[in-house]
């Protein structure tokens, strides 16, 4: 019977304070992530700026629960997805920085027994400096000789979207009456440079599908979608997340929804649920929800099994 490796694909994150600096150095390291030509001296610039941050972010670690929780979320989700498919599969964490690595899943993959593989990434909307990066690499350490599918995207995925709207609906019903006809939903995106949209990475346009679908799904006509997380003075993708809502949450009841985000980690309890809430609390809003990442709800790990098995099939995701 053949046994079928899915790699469980994200970006990772430091487990305790003493790894932080270690996964800023691998993350700077990435051509993908900091695209400009450094040549022979990415290293060192990596080295410098990941020494020069890292007490910052430990500092947001520290806050969190001193690291990151991205991992054991995605190894819960690992072995949701694995009951999900049943007999002949395996899932492996495949992380792209930090640990278990991608070379790591690999090893543990070929130890199962694996004779194929699934690379699914755990980005929903597709960009180069994430879905590329993981795939990149998997690409390099994963046997030739044994195939691969490589699935891209499932933004539009059907299960994937219905699970996302069932989300909203769910925090959105915690809304008193009173305040529900004037909320409003924040859609907020990892933020990625100019540079690399002008390039054509397709992620705007994915992420906006993503959040209109969602909206539909939901009943909701009074959203927006924002970015966060801007790293560096070059110009990124917008309106910010953190002016957005000091502009424009007075006075109203305000949910914002990690959507490109499947798991917890920094990006949502230190950016959504201290400096978005802060934002909006200073500027009036009446109330300050958020919708939890979709984690192992049943109905997401349902949706990415039916993404991995159409994969093999050569359907697409939605």
Known sequence: MAHTAVFLMNLGG???????????????SDPLVVTAPLGPFRPLLARLVSRLRAPSSAEKYALIGCGSPLVAGTEAQARALEAALGPGYSCHLAMRCGHPSTEEGVRAALERGADRAVALPLYPQWANATT??????LRRVWPRE??????????DHDGYLDASAAALREVLAEVPPTLRAEALVVFSAHGLPMSQVRRGDPYPRQVEITSRETARRAGVTNWQITYQSKVGPARWLGPDTVRFLERNAGGRAVVTVPIAFVSEHLETLYDLDILAKDAATRAGASLYLRVPALGTRPDFIAALADVVQNGLTGHSPG
């Open 146 to 155: 044994l195939p691969l599918v490589e699935i891209s995207s499932w933004h």
């Open 14 to 28: 430091p487990r305790n304070l003493e790894e932080v600096e270690p996964y800023l150095y691998e993350l700077f």
């Open 132 to 137: 590329l990066s993981s795939l990149v690499e």
